[in-house]
């Protein structure tokens, strides 16, 4: 260390001294490192003051300051370290460090100023402020940004000052130390590679600070920086393409598939929202998707038949707009869900009973929206039915018929079509179709009887209806509707028409006059039915008429006939008749025939019981044993005549027998009786008294009209009415000329029909009156009745009868 000797300067007088101080300026400088160990010698101050070791103690050289950091030693004279002495204490940073020290002498009081100058040391390091800097620094900052770090202080000055910055090696940052505008310098981190949050999330640097001191000394900071995330990252899905086969029975809520995007960045930018891309479509009505979680869920039930496939896009977007998309695929998989249909493309209904097995009544298709197996269809039918099925191609079926069809017996079946697929479990479905057989006429009339027997009692009222056939035709319509004819019977044909009609439509046999049982007893109708098919299939049955079951007909005994008067004819009866001698057979008629027309004839009274028979049913009258000698030669026997009526009806003969050889021998007898009046006689008796009567009727007449016309000769109108009726008429003048219509007399003679019962009638007819003609009763034949009421005074009617 520099030590420079005081001037000399020899102090006198105390009283002189500030008169001497400027003399004195020549001042003792030293110079002394700081920090010197306590007792470490600054410099001989006795010397340098000019003072001699014995004066140091005598004169007590000592040294007077605040501080004590210096004192003298008193044997030696030496300015000694007595304190620490710290220059950047004392001093601070003035540059110049200088202490200011009086010397103190005594005997003569003296004072010497001494200048201690303290000479820095390196004896401090640089120092930061923080061991720690912590940094954050986003990683999208650009290459070459700057971040200011604190700069390190060093109280030491100079070349002991801080002089540097050292950044630990790495690949992204470097230092820059810059000088502030008051001439510090502070060093600065400059990005030298882009960051990436993402590859490395933090940076550990070291910073270390130097001064320049021999040796430097430095310290050290670390330096954290976190780099803070920018959105630099899209999202990212876990897949590209999420395939996903749900079955299409699944209830809506169904979770599909959950996507999944990650994000590097971090916090907000890694907040991902998804959903789906592109237009509305149908997979998004379908499917729901949770924009926070991604799931994907089904919205609506999924049916394969309609859709086998969505795709969706799907769309993860962080919170910066950063976003990708992936997609979804759902493939549907097919479950029996769907019943087989069947579709009847065509079919008639309406099938003819003679159909021939085999022919087509409908054909059909089958249809199955599942796929595979379960769309896989089979088809049956319902049983006892005579149909079948014909499978054609691409499920195509033919309904048959199999077997003969009678609509009698089956007028329609309902043939179930029944289709089953072969999923697990089957499904089917059923189709019922309604055929119709229509009708063909292979059914005949049936009468409900196999004959008809009817009784109709006589006199009927014409037009009655005497019987009702039936028939009835289990067939159709036309071929169904039975109408009724008589094809045949035992009356005369022409005759036919008068006797007996049937209504066509309801078998209602009508007589069409009153049947008169003596006339016609019996007869034999054949009917048809017949039906109106085509061909017409037809049946006969047979109806007999049977007339006058009401028995009011005795019978009529025929032989004997009754002699007139009543009395009876006789028989004679050789008086050598052997027994079983036929006498006479007796003859009886009914009108009826049948039953009641079944006569029996009995014995009523006998003169002599026991002489003859009479056969029940022949009336054969024979002798019953031989004549004895004292039975009468006359024999009379009263016979009873029945008929099989109910009540029978009966009526008697009376037979009168004579046993004679000859019929002299009878004669005397019969002539008892009185001749009866010849009836041919009488007729003629009257005759000429009514031909009598109408002569003098037609002479009174003549005479009145000559006489009349002679009294009025003088009218002309008279004269000219005769003149010209006399004049005109060449015929006879009894017989004008009528058709003047003057005379409306007629005369016309009836004959009548039953020549048993002889009648003449005379009566006009009068041609003015047609009509009248017409009110005639045909009936009552057995004589003309006049129309009497009308004109009574025009008619002569004369009657002859022998009754
Ligand atoms: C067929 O079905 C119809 C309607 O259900 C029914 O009225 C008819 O009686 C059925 N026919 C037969 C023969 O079963
Ligand atoms: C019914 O009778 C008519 C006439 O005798 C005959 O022509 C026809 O063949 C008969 N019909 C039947 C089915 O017997």
Redesign the pocket.
């Known amino acids: 260390h520099e030590r420079r000797p005081a001037g000399r300067l020899q102090v006198l007088f105390p009283f002189l001294l500030p008169l001497l101080y400027p003399a004195l300026c020549e001042q003792i400088r030293y110079s002394i490192p700081e920090e010197l160990a306590k007792g470490s010698v600054v410099g001989n101050l006795a010397k340098d003051l000019g003072l001699s070791v014995v004066d140091v103690s005598a004169r007590k050289l000592r040294v007077s300051t605040e501080k004590l950091l210096f004192r003298v030693d008193p044997e030696s004279g030496d300015l000694l370290v007595n304190d620490r002495i710290d220059r950047e204490q004392i001093c601070k940073e003035r540059r110049r460090c200088e202490l200011q020290v009086e010397a103190v002498v005594e005997n003569p009081l003296n004072i010497f100023h001494i200048i201690v100058a303290i000479e820095d040391i390196n004896d401090h390091a640089p120092q930061f402020h923080k061991d720690e800097i912590n940094l954050e620094i986003s990683e999208s900052v650009p290459l070459g940004t700057g971040a200011i770090l604190e700069s390190a202080e060093d109280p030491d000055i100079s070349m002991n000052s801080l002089s540097k910055y050292q950044l630990s090696p790495n690949e992204y940052f470097s230092l820059v130390v810059k000088d502030s505008p008051d001439g510090s310098k502070y060093p600065e981190l400059v990005l030298k590679k882009t960051l990436d949050r993402e590859t490395q999330s933090s940076h550990h640097l070291v910073l270390t600070a130097f001064d320049s001191g021999d040796p430097p000394l430095f310290s050290t900071a670390q330096i954290q920086i976190l780099v803070v995330d920018a959105n630099d990252n899209p999202p990212v899905f876990s897949q590209d393409i999420y395939r996903v086969g749900l079955p299409e029975g699944v209830p809506p809520g169904t979770l599909v598939v959950k996507v999944s995007a990650t994000d590097q960045d971090e916090g907000f930018n890694a907040e991902i929202r998804y959903s789906f891309l592109g237009v509305a479509n149908k997979a998004q009505h379908v499917f729901f998707l949770d924009s926070a979680t991604g799931d994907i869920i089904t919205h609506q039930p999924l049916d394969f038949e309609e859709v086998e496939r969505y795709t969706m896009d799907v769309e993860a977007k962080d919170r910066g707009s950063l976003s990708t998309r992936c997609k979804v695929i759902v493939e549907v998989l097919d479950e029996n869900d769907n019943n087989p249909e069947i579709v009847i493309t065509s079919f008639s209904d309406q099938i003819l009973e003679d159909s021939l097995p085999g022919m087509v009544v409908a054909l059909f298709k089958t249809q199955d929206q599942d796929s595979g197996e379960n769309g896989e269809v089979t088809c049956s039918l319902s049983r006892d039915t005579p149909f079948k099925i014909h499978s054609s191609s691409n499920n195509y079926y033919k309904l048959v018929t199999d077997g003969a069809l009678d609509r009698e017996r089956t007028p329609e079946y309902n043939v179930t079509i029944t289709a089953t697929d072969r999923g697990k479990p089957p499904l089917s479905s059923s189709t019922t179709i309604t055929l119709h057989i229509t009708d063909v006429n292979d059914n005949?009339p049936v009468f409900h009887q196999a004959s008809y027997v009817v009784h109709v009692a006589e006199n009927n009222p014409p037009g009655a209806s005497i019987a009702q056939v039936s028939a009835s035709d289990p067939d159709l319509g036309p071929n169904g509707r039975v109408s009724y004819s008589i094809?045949?019977s035992d009356l005369e044909p022409r005759a036919l028409a008068s006797y007996v009609s049937v209504s066509a439509q309801s078998g209602v046999v009508f007589a069409q006059r009153a049947f008169d049982d003596e006339q016609l007893r019996a007869f034999e109708l054949?009917v048809?039915a017949r039906d109106q098919g085509s061909p017409a299939l037809?049946?006969?049955v047979s109806l007999r008429v049977l007339v006058g079951d009401r028995n009011d007909n005795a019978p009529l005994v025929l032989y004997p006939a009754l002699g007139r008067y009543g009395s009876a004819l006789f028989d004679t009866v050789p008086r050598a008749a052997q027994p079983g001698y036929l006498v006479t057979k007796l003859v009886g008629v009914d009108a009826y025939s049948g039953h009641n027309a079944w006569l029996s004839y009995q014995v009523l009274q006998a003169s002599e019981p026991g002489l003859f028979s009479v056969g029940l049913r022949t009336g054969e009258v024979r002798t019953a044993r031989a004549l004895g000698d004292r039975d009468a030669a006359r024999q009379r026997l009263l016979v009873a005549v029945r008929d099989g009526g109910q009540p029978p009806l009966s009526a008697t003969a009376t037979l009168l027998l004579v046993f004679a050889d000859s019929l002299q021998e009878v004669l005397p007898d019969v002539s008892d009786h009185p001749e009866p009046s010849d009836p041919q006689a009488e007729l003629q008796f009257y005759l000429v008294v009514a031909l009598a009567f109408i002569s003098v009727l037609f002479l009174l007449a003549l005479t009145l009209a000559i006489a009349l016309r002679l009294r009025s000769s003088s009218s002309p109108a008279a004269r000219g009415f005769f003149g010209s009726a006399l004049c005109s008429n060449s015929g006879p003048e009894i017989t004008p000329n009528y058709s003047e219509g003057t005379l409306p007399y007629a005369y016309n003679l009836c004959v009548p029909g039953d020549q048993t019962n002889p009648e003449f009638k005379f009566l006009t007819s009068a041609d003015h009156f047609p009509a009248t003609q017409d009110t005639l009763n045909k009936d009552t034949l057995g004589g003309c009745a006049s129309p009497s009421g009308l004109l009574p005074s025009h008619v002569l009617s004369l009657s002859l009868s022998n009754k």
């Open positions: 005949a094809v045949a054949t048809q037809s049946a006969n």
